[in-house]
Nanobody
């Protein structure tokens, strides 16, 4: 079992920055890929950024150049640095971890609100 706890969400003005954190515990040693998703009411949950255990990253087109995903394997923590935030970035952001055996785990989500 893997437990994920997100933090760092909040209210920010357009153009501002936030950094989200997701700390993994439990069988964190088994985690392979970690990622951030976001979801708005009535919409499906969409991937924002992905990072592998080796550090390879991938981003949704809508956040490229503004968001940066990083990972501290020693702390079992993944981060999402969000710069130049836009109102359309407003969503609940979820951390996801997938183990070496392809089992997914989700965090509880953290609200990010960007005011115009």
């Amino acid at each position: 079992q893997v437990q994920l706890v997100e933090s760092g969400g909040g209210l920010v003005q357009a153009g501002g920055s936030l950094r989200l954190s997701c700390a993994a515990s439990g069988s964190a040693f088994s985690i392979n890929v970690m990622s951030w998703y976001r979801q708005t009411p009535g919409k499906k949950r969409d991937v924002v950024a992905i990072i592998t255990s080796g550090g390879s990253t991938n981003y949704a087109d809508s956040v490229k150049g503004r968001f940066t995903i990083s990972r501290d394997n020693a702390k079992n923590t993944v981060y999402l640095q969000m710069n130049s935030l836009k109102p359309e970035d407003t969503a609940v952001y979820y951390c996801k971890a997938v183990t070496m055996t392809a089992i997914p785990y989700w965090g509880q989500g953290t609200q990010v609100t960007v005011s115009s």
